[in-house]
Structures are given as structure tokens and as C-alpha cells.
């Protein structure tokens, strides 16, 4: 499946996140991307099934790909499931 986001809609979300939630970027990863030892982690892209995440433990950095519920293939759907993963991660 190709990916149905340009690169600069990439870009622009991973800024975003990256930027303006930092905090909520490392919730999603040591919840829903079953990183509970993460120290820090930062959106690296994303696609139509699912986004990817640099995570930082102990030193180390390693890649964590967490799914969609879904196939997204539009813009607007992308915040509402970041929001989601957030969301599951602290038990929501």
C-alpha cells in the first residue's frame, strides 16, 4: 500500500508532535508501543496503517511501529487517532 500522505503533511504532523508534545509523545510509546522503560521518544513518520517512533531506554534507541485502528487515508483522520493511542495509553 503506498502511503496517501504528501511528504510535507508528514512532515507537519511530525513537527507538531515532536514540538508540541513532547510529553504525550512518550506516553503513547511506553503505553500503547509497549515501551514502559522509554526515556524519550519522537514521532519519525506514519503512514495509511499505522506511525513510527525513535524511542530512547537505557540508552539505546530503537524504531516502535504502532498501528491505527484503522487504515487512515485523509488528514483530519490522523488527530483524532493520535488522540486514541494517547488515550489508551493512560487508561482511558
Known amino acids: 500500500m ?3 500522505f504528501a511528504p510535507e503533511v508528514i512532515e507537519a504532523i511530525t513537527h507538531h508532535m515532536n514540538t508540541d508534545h513532547i510529553a504525550d509523545t512518550l506516553v503513547i510509546c511506553q503505553g500503547a508501543g509497549g515501551r514502559p522503560d522509554a526515556e524519550d521518544a519522537r514521532m ?12 530512547t ?3 539505546v534507541e ?24 494517547y488515550k489508551s495509553s493512560v487508561g482511558e
Request: glycine share 8%.
Open 62 to 85: 530503537s524504531a516502535v511501529r504502532i498501528a491505527w485502528a484503522r487504515p487512515l487515508s485523509e488528514r483530519a483522520e490522523v488527530r483524532p487517532e493520535i488522540v486514541r493511542l
Open 57 to 59: 531506554a537505557a540508552g
Open 44 to 55: 519519525t513518520g506514519f503512514d495509511a496503517t499505522g506511525a513510527d517512533f525513535a524511542v
Open 2 to 4: 503506498s502511503n496517501p
